[in-house]
């Protein structure tokens, strides 16, 4: 197997040099000619991505709808083929890094931070969870079922664990050895990912509309109550799966888009994480969230049994009212503390944070576009409730309710950006200078969470580069008088983060657990028709729920930079 | 009005001193932490132009079906409001930027070539062509039709005269006067554009659908002839319009890319486009581009006079058969031609250009995402005759020209890409160098076209500016000895382009006008049934077609860059 040709040995030796060099301020000296084309690299494996994809897409569409003569173990047979390549492909990747030394020399600090990495083994014991229920929903049929689809969970199980592991260890990696065929297998994985995760989608939403349009009409009768069991509990537990499936693409692509960086080490000696949850002041934003969080389970559960266990359709009104109550409360206040928050990112001295990262930008790209689901939901909404000529308080109320979904997720999305794109807090830097100045130490010792410190071996100023010299000596005044004025600021930044992150879980629990207010409210349904509408939902509403995940994370990162 | 408060004022100056000084090495002084930051001032006119592109969105597909209670009056309102403001602010922007000298202190040369422009004045007039159909059709039916649908064309006439004239002036400039004003001038423009595109491929597809499907149904009947013709006449020009709108899109788009950047005039002194159509020798390329031309359309009459006036199925099947093995025998040879290009590349000596280049860069990402629509309808196609148990000549053809549909986009796609990422040939340069060093000349006379010198204004690799510094010995040698071979393959490279550009010409005028061999075969039709295949091919076609279009645009650049 060996090390394989590296096709950037002499952009290696050259860029290292330049980083090891005393002249911090220098930038990396530009490729030379005979390097290979990055552009042309990529685009062979993005080529494959997307020829899979479509591939995919095209079956997991065609599979869902029953007068179609495409059979969901078309579709399984697909995925379990692409499955077992990325396992060996792995297990290569695996064993050819491992025998090499110098084939990573160098990780991106931002890739993969650790609760990125702890949700995905989270999402993968449920993941393996819902496969041992499906083996045991299935095995039970396995006389008049086709051997695939047992043969499916089991692949699938084995492919968690293995790309768990992989992520573990490699998340990190900029690797240079086998540059193509490492683009490749990794746009393979991110391609299997997201295929597993259309096919759980579509099959969700199919077992969704079965189960809202057929309750009345039958019910199906089963011989063995563990089989009744097994498959609801498998139901249950797609969202976790789904979850799975776009955390493991977030940090391949990140792995895919480092292949063949180069990072300098310098500025990544110098921080570590150190989460602080409990050394800090907090109190008003873990409450407020807290109570959030507890009254938002306890309408879902009402919500639930009340839409699900009765055919009175005032008991039904009720618990749709008390829904949306719920939703406008929490929604109004969240907009609310959004515009607080950038109002007092607006009073902020701190630098903006423009290096290069890839992490970031991903996140930046995956929140607007997560976010379009929700939009596009909220406008069909509006559209039909504003056309519609019948008037009564349940229309007032999803108006209102579509109108701050937008206004929310505008402003929640203003308020991450900033704080993604801002400096880590100066004063930990000047308490440190201060520290440090009487005893002549050299060593910077940053002691607060520095996640977004920028690495100097990125393209541009490298003269920000922080540490001593990016401080000016105005700063070091202000620091010594502004110090507390700067310490409520970023209090009011954390309190605003902790509550965004609990209320954005209880709106990821909410529909990832079945709350289909758009389907039980039958205003739009009937304006748009019983094709249109549920096609609008079953499309836009993932990426609305994987909206409020990604935005936990976010919320998470701009909590630990303030 | 005044020039407004500039932003980027301090930056200006800096910016200039680094790209006048005599280091050409050394990169752009890094921005200073005052200047307002970019990424923020762009976020909120991409957030004005997603709600107001997601707004028109969701009118014009609920407009598109008869059974919602969204009127195409609707759509008509919206979008005649928005190119009201569009106006008014175009109106605004050219009073501003002509009173304040300093306010385009730089153009980007790539910017709206001049084809570009030309091809934007060609759809316009056949844009106001249809205007004018459209208002003599509407106003014979005026006395029952709401007035929106008069006004409608009439601003749009205006609309597209304003714009042009605005795109013809202004479509290189680098705004440096009200920024943020100008950014969302010109998201609202490009979403305006969009809008109109999206309304009019509905409209058309609506058409489409309602003239197959009731064709043999009822025959409207219609009072006046001439009405008639109107109707016939802006169905026709539909496809110009539609052009029209993604054009003025993508030369707005890069208008905003454009806001605030700084270029250094120094390396735009130097080239000047000279398109020496005539001067070259070619003959095997365009010989055979006029030849598959001129036979397409010959075949695009036979087939349409085939398909719509018979009801003989025999006829309409060879008729097919004729479609199919044209188009195989067309895309066979295309994609043979492309792969050829690409090998041709493979053994081509000249640099990859990686310089920043916001029109490149779209270029490239219009020319993948278009692609799409086509790969789509393809894999449903595949997918569809695969699974179909029914095996004819017409299905063998059908998947043949699904699967080298594919194979000719990708290839196609290649061969594009890397034909742009080239640096504009050396041999002129060296030509000149030989030229001019008897004489100690030092001013660079390049009389090749050099449409993609890179502009050491951006960020990387300052050390790559083209002149006399990049030439190395081993070159000049190479020059001496190499210079026939060079000439050949500059010369098979030229003949792949034309002959290229001429077949994608006539694959636009297929399907743009009216030749639809999806729904005439009705294998996918029977297969994924009457509502997802019109679905399907009405949302990917528009793509489609545009990938035409955009292509022959490409490789014009392509054949004046080899």
Chains 1, 2 share one sequence.
């Not at 995760?197 to 939403?205: K, P």
């Not at 991450?416 to 520290?435: A, N, S, T, V």
Request: net charge positive; with cysteine.
């Amino acid at each position: 197997m060996g090390c394989g040709h590296k096709d950037d040995k002499a952009s290696l030796a050259s860029s290292q040099t330049a980083s090891f060099s005393h002249q911090p301020h220098q930038p990396p000296s530009p490729p030379t000619s005979k390097e290979v084309w990055k552009k042309g690299g990529r685009m062979f494996s993005i080529l494959l991505a997307v020829h899979l994809a479509l591939l995919a897409c095209t079956l997991v569409s065609s599979g869902a709808f029953e007068k179609i003569a495409v059979h969901d173990y078309d579709v399984f047979f697909l995925l379990t083929i692409m499955m077992l390549i990325v396992i060996v492909w792995i297990i290569f990747y695996l064993v050819s890094t491992s025998r090499c030394p110098d084939a990573i020399p160098c990780k991106d600090s931002h890739a993969g931070p650790v609760w990125l990495r702890g949700g995905l083994i989270l999402f993968a014991i449920f993941s393996l969870v819902m496969d041992v229920f499906k083996i045991g929903y299935y095995s039970s049929f396995y006389s008049c079922l086709s051997a695939i689809k047992i043969i499916y969970p089991i692949v699938q199980a084995i492919f968690v664990i293995i790309q768990t592991y992989f992520l573990w260890v490699s998340a990190k990696d900029c690797v240079h050895v086998h540059l193509n065929v490492t683009r490749c297998g990794l746009m393979l994985t991110l391609t299997t990912n997201l295929a597993v995760w259309m096919s759980a989608v579509t099959d969700e939403s199919v077992h969704k509309a079965h189960s809202k349009l057929k309750k009345n009409v039958t019910e199906e009768i089963f011989k063995c109550q563990i089989c009744q069991i097994f498959k609801n509990g498998y139901f249950w537990l797609y969202p976790f799966n789904i979850e799975y499936s776009l955390f493991a693409s977030a940090m391949v692509y990140v792995m895919w888009k480092n292949v063949g960086r180069f990072i300098d080490h310098h500025s990544h000696h110098i921080h570590r994480l150190k989460f602080r949850l409990f050394q800090r002041t907090f109190f008003v934003g873990i409450v407020l969230g807290l109570i959030t969080l507890v009254s938002g389970l306890g309408v879902l559960i009402v919500y639930e049994v009340q839409v699900n266990s009765s055919n009175d359709s005032s008991k039904k009104n009720e618990a749709l009212t008390m829904y949306y109550i719920f939703n406008i409360v929490c929604l109004g206040l969240m907009s609310l503390v959004c515009i607080g928050g950038s109002v007092t990112y607006r009073f902020d001295k701190r630098d903006m944070d423009r290096h290069k990262n890839p992490t970031r930008t991903l996140d930046v790209a995956l929140l607007m576009g997560a976010a379009l689901g929700q939009y596009a939901i909220s406008y069909y909404s509006i559209v039909a409730i504003v056309a519609s000529t019948s008037r009564d308080a349940i229309s007032a109320l999803n108006l209102t309710y579509a109108l701050l979904m937008i206004a929310q997720h505008t402003f929640q999305n203003i308020f991450i950006i900033e704080g993604l794109h801002r400096q880590p807090p100066k004063e930990d830097r000047k308490h440190d200078l201060h520290q440090k100045n009487p005893y002549g130490l050299t060593f910077v010792n940053v002691n607060a969470v520095s996640l977004r410190i920028p690495d100097s071996g990125s393209a541009l100023a490298p003269s920000t580069v922080p540490g001593i010299e990016a401080i000016r000596p105005s700063e070091l005044v202000q620091s010594l008088t502004g110090s507390k004025k700067m310490n409520w600021r970023r209090k009011f930044l954390r309190e605003i983060s902790m509550f965004l992150l609990l209320s954005n879980i209880i709106l990821w629990i909410m529909p990832a657990f079945g709350a289909r207010p758009q389907f039980d409210n039958d205003k739009e349904l009937n304006f748009y028709g019983d094709s249109m509408w549920p096609a609008i939902v079953d499309i836009c509403l993932p990426f609305g729920i994987f909206y409020r995940m990604h935005a936990v994370a976010s919320l998470l990162e701009v909590y630990i930079m303030s």
